[in-house]
Nanobody
Framework: QVQLVESGGGLVQAGGSLRLTCAVS????????VGWFRQAPGKEREFVAA????????WLADSVKGRFTISRDNAKNTVYLQMNRLKFEDTAVYYC?????????????????WGQGAQVTVSS
């Protein structure tokens, strides 16, 4: 059984920073890419960032390029999302998920297991 637990969310002022952590249990972590998605009230879940198994390849949504960074520590079964220069429009519930393959993907259907989500609220 694969479980993902997000942490690090909270309330921050615009321009501030937060780091989200996704702790993944199970051996699946070592063979799967991992992605971050977010969902704001009344909106569909959208892609934010993804990282390959090795961590050598990463993908970012255009809306967060230059502000967010994704990384992983395979020794700790953990993936991070460093969010800098946060904007009001970054407010959402953030989810991490394990991909069905070794690479990251922008599509939600390409992910198999999901965490429960972490709330990020950016005040303007």
């Amino acid at each position: 059984q694969v479980q993902l637990v997000e942490s690090g969310g909270g309330l921050v002022q615009a321009g501030g920073s937060l780091r989200l952590t996704c702790a993944v249990s199970g051996r699946t972590f070592f063979t799967r890419g991992v992605g971050w998605f977010r969902q704001a009230p009344g909106k569909e879940r959208e892609f934010v960032a993804a990282i390959s198994v090795s961590g050598d390849s990463t993908w970012l949504a255009d809306s967060v390029k230059g502000r967010f960074t994704i990384s992983r520590d395979n020794a700790k079964n953990t993936v991070y999302l460093q969010m800098n220069r946060l904007k009001f429009e970054d407010t959402a519930v953030y989810y991490c998920a394990t991909a069905r393959g070794r690479w990251g993907s922008r599509g939600t259907n390409d992910y198999e297991f999901w965490g429960q989500g972490a709330q990020v609220t950016v005040s303007s």
